[in-house]
């Protein structure tokens, strides 16, 4: 790719990032999309996509042409790249990391680049040994924002580069976020409680003003304890313990100066979430719904609950079988959990979790093809802008520009938690005996340091150079 090298670099802007934190200064997303490509031929050369079929309901990186407009934008960028270029672009079906490594062994070329899910990606350990080049070696410009938020970014960094992307502008494959928050009004007013967002508003949407509304929805008048009523229920992933931590600036893990992650949790502000979320199940303010599968909605939908936690996807998309949108009859808003005592308002109460998918470059792809064909490819779609891009998710996804508000809040402040670097089993066991009261907060913090550690150890700090 020597012929190319020079239009790369005047083409790609030099900015590139050469640490990984969440500290770094929030992306305002804004890109000029008049790219002059100064007539760049890459000679028919064959970009490749794998993206796997997303199904749930969610926007399709190969939909159907006619499924909806969006969709259409989406093949019209896939045309006017391989115009610009002189490529062919494919997008694939097919996203196995197994089948990469088959054809990487045997010196063929997978894909340009893949979309996997970062937990894949971390256990087994593509990065760490070298499968993967890093996008902030290919002269990207990083703080345009069409490549992700520094929270996205922050998932694939490693050792001090970034190796995941994502095409923010086109807002798929949709990161997976948690835990995120819905209301139902029609409980709410019922019970004849203030909107959570008018007590956010106001500034005061806190745990205090929450233990109330769980205190006020709490209906065990009726014989059969299916037909009882509770503001919040605590399902088999610790939705409500990780709320709790998150709002209260607690981390499980973080990355010191010296790049090497470690365990944080045995601290003041954990203490107090674990507590706080233990006394409202000590005074049974909490259903117990860990037997029921992660998905189930069934009674937020029903009228049974005024709250719901999860990831962002089960608010999103009406064809998501298992989803709120495709359950539910009327309507339903978006909510932060509310801040705990301890909380800096300059931390986020999201992250981005292990489900959440991204771009990885393959090491036998091409970085100065990548370095040329991603800066005009992700820009906003045909006829949309860095400022209206998302007005068909608003439309067709969220009841008010409040719930919208607040659902830009949770993707796009979100952290990165480290979550496949950790037991998360064990973590789920142990916040969930807190809860259960059957050990103390600071005998499960002290508890889990030794084996989140080593796993942290052993999935990245010893990679490091």
């Known amino acids: 790719m020597k012929p190319f090298k020079i239009a790369a670099l005047i083409l790609a802007l030099t900015f590139i990032l050469t640490a990984c934190s969440t500290a770094e200064p929030e992306i305002v997303p804004e890109y000029n999309g008049d790219i002059d490509l100064g007539g760049i031929d890459l000679l028919g050369y064959e970009y490749i996509i794998a993206a796997g079929a997303h199904g749930g309901g969610r926007v399709q990186l190969l939909p159907e042409p006619g499924s909806d407009s969006r969709g259409d934008k989406l093949l019209q960028r896939y045309k006017d790249t391989e115009k610009e270029f002189n ?58 924002g069409i490549y992700g938020t520094p929270g996205m970014l922050d998932v694939g960094c490693f050792d001090g580069k970034y190796y995941s992307i994502i095409s923010y502008y086109w807002g798929l494959p949709s990161p997976y976020v948690m835990p995120a928050m819905w209301f139902n009004p029609a409980v709410i007013s019922e019970y004849q409680q203030t909107s959570p967002h008018e007590l956010d508003e106001q500034g005061e949407w806190v745990w205090a003003t929450f ?23 605590n399902l088999s992933e610790p939705f409500i313990e990780l709320g709790a931590l998150f ?62 936690m999860q990831y962002t996807q089960i608010g999103l998309a009406s064809e998501n079988e298992n989803g709120l949108a495709y359950n539910m009859d009327g309507a339903y808003e978006w909510i932060l959990f509310p ?102 907060a600071s005998e499960a913090l002290e508890g889990m340091e030794q084996s989140i550690q080593a796993s942290l150890d052993k999935l990245y700090n010893d990679y490091l150079d």
């Open 87 to 144: 490529i062919k672009l494919t997008v694939t079906e097919d996203c196995s990391l197994s089948n990469f490594m088959a054809q990487y062994a045997a010196g063929m070329k997978y894909s340009d680049l893949i979309i996997a899910q970062s937990a894949e990606m971390v256990n087994g350990r593509y990065v760490q040994n070298g499968y993967f080049l890093p996008f902030s070696d290919m002269g990207l410009d990083f703080e345009s």
């Open 211 to 233: 233990e109330d509304m769980c205190e006020a929805i709490n209906d065990t008048s009726a014989p059969d304890s299916e037909d009882h009523v509770y503001a919040i229920a």
């Open 247 to 308: 709002s209260n600036s607690a981390r499980i893990v973080t990355k010191e100066s010296d790049g090497r992650l470690r365990y944080s949790l045995r601290s003041k502000n954990a203490e107090e979430a674990l507590e706080f979320i233990k006394g409202l199940n000590e005074r049974k303010l909490i259903k117990d719904a860990k037997g029921k599968d992660n998905q189930d909605v069934s009674d937020f939908v029903d009228n049974k609950l005024a709250f719901f």
């Open 339 to 440: 801040t705990g005592p301890s909380y800096d308002p300059t931390m986020s109460r999201t992250a981005y979790s292990y489900h959440s998918r991204f771009y990885y470059a393959p090491t036998n792809s091409d970085a100065e093809v990548h370095s040329l064909v991603l800066p005009y490819l992700f820009q906003p779609l045909p006829g949309e802008t860095a400022e209206d891009w998302q007005d068909e998710l608003e439309r067709n996804n969220f009841f008010t520009k409040e719930s919208f508000d607040y659902f830009q809040t949770i993707r796009d402040d979100a952290f990165y938690d480290y979550a496949p670097y950790i037991p998360y089993s064990e973590l789920n066991s142990n916040l969930s005996k807190v809860t259960m009261g059957s050990i103390t």
